[in-house]
């Protein structure tokens, strides 16, 4: 068996997921987009509440995320996509997540799939795979392992047989793979390179097991992937290592999406505060006031929050305007180019994991003892906060923008930064 496989041979026909849903909107720019998003978000809301409590997965939900068209915004212009910006991209994900950040969350790893297609893939592999995300197809995926030493750390095998990939391993914190039409299986072949396979639902050998407990984002059903001598031809599998062994900007890419979801949650959380203290609320018994909204320590911590949010969601937007500007730039990528942007995102990320976790929990500070009734589920706000920012650690991210400015070190190149 050979370990890496010829250009050529990814040239072969893909095999295609069998989905019987009609072809999806195709959005045509930026404002297209975030009018969608904003029609989306406001279905979305109404029952958020009642699916965390209930469990109740977004099926439906998730057909209409699709069939709207903004899975596909990323998909190149030369392919027929909207190529939108970074910050239509950023504003699109926050809007969603503060509606729903369980259904945000369903194509955070979805668009980091599209890129990998944009980076390593064949003309005829993103001819393929860019068409079938342009008709509402959606990627899962299948990357993180539990019980390795680290994230990178993968027993999953991607062993090419003929004219054939054939997988084997087992997944975990697989988000969106249970609504998925394709789950991209990340593994090492006989090299230790990481290849991603984009195996269509239903294949033989691989099975999804809805086993997803967290205490937050309780429906991305983000449970197990079962690879068992799943086959899949080569042209569906790409060179994921490529995408870290030379300067592309997937690592931030990834990394403002997770930003962007926490910045939803955050502006969720204060927007439930708000409503609450206004209709709710009593007054403190030595405040003087007759209502909770004109006490001063309210008012204060109010108003406190509001610049917090508005400070994650400025470095946000900064963050999404670097990786614009370096994206247009028409040489190639340096090291330095990703070094800033992985740093410019970082610094977001700090601000935004923040805020979402603050903003849920003095939720209920401001609010009062009946914000904590099971009635209301506002609680959804701190746990779907606390276990989102859970991807990566902030600590961290205070490690990297130190050790950059204070000694020039460059991040490591990863999903993570």
């Not at 097991?209 to 937050?216: E, I, K, L, Q």
């Not at 990394?255 to 409503?275: P, S, V």
């Amino acid at each position: 068996m050979s370990a890496i496989p010829e250009a050529a041979a990814r040239e072969a026909q893909a095999v295609a997921a069998d989905v019987t849903r009609a072809d999806a909107r195709v959005i045509g720019d930026d404002a297209e987009a975030i009018e969608v998003a904003r029609d989306l978000a406001s279905a979305f809301a109404k029952e958020a509440a009642v699916r965390d409590r209930e469990r109740r997965l977004p099926y439906d939900e998730a057909d209409a995320f699709s069939q709207s068209g903004l899975w596909a915004i990323t998909v190149p212009k030369a392919y027929g996509g909207a190529g939108v910006s970074f910050v239509t991209l950023t504003r699109v994900i926050e809007i969603v997540a503060a509606a729903d950040p369980s259904i945000g969350q369903l194509p955070q790893n979805h668009l980091g799939l599209v890129d990998v297609i944009a980076l390593t893939g064949t003309d005829a592999q993103k001819r393929f795979f860019f068409g079938e995300v342009l008709k509402g197809r959606r990627f899962g995926n299948g990357f993180s392992e539990k019980g390795t030493k680290n994230v990178l750390d993968l027993r999953t095998r991607v062993v090419r047989d003929g004219g054939d990939y054939v997988i084997d391993g087992t997944k975990f914190y697989s988000t969106g793979a249970l609504f998925a039409d394709y789950v991209p299986i990340l593994g090492l072949d006989d090299a230790r390179r990481a290849w991603l396979a984009y195996v269509p639902k239903g294949t033989a050998g691989l099975d999804v097991v809805d086993d997803w407990s967290g205490f937050g984002q309780r429906t991305t059903a983000s449970g197990t992937v079962i690879a068992s001598g799943v086959r899949v031809p080569a042209a569906n599998v790409l060179p994921a290592y490529e995408v870290s062994e030379r300067p592309t900007l997937n690592g931030p890419v990834s990394q403002i999406i997770q930003a962007a979801i926490d910045a939803g949650i955050a502006r969720a959380a204060l927007d439930d505060t708000l409503a609450f203290v206004r209709e709710r609320t009593r007054p403190w018994v030595d405040s003087g006031v007759e209502r909770a909204a004109d006490d001063p320590l309210v008012l204060r911590e109010v108003g406190r929050l509001h610049i917090q949010l508005h400070a994650a969601d400025a470095l946000l937007e900064r963050a999404a305007r670097t990786l614009d500007e370096i994206a247009a730039q028409p040489a190639p990528l340096t090291e330095d180019d990703v070094a800033r942007a992985s740093v410019a995102v970082a610094e977001a990320k700090v601000l935004t994991t923040e805020i979402a976790l603050l903003a849920g929990e003095k939720l209920f500070e401001l609010a009062g003892t009946q914000a904590t009734l099971a009635e209301h589920n506002l609680d959804r706000h701190w746990r779907n906060a606390r276990t989102h920012t859970l991807h990566d650690p902030v600590r961290w991210k205070y490690h990297l923008v130190g050790n950059y400015y204070l000694n020039g070190v460059k991040p490591a190149r990863h999903a993570w930064n």
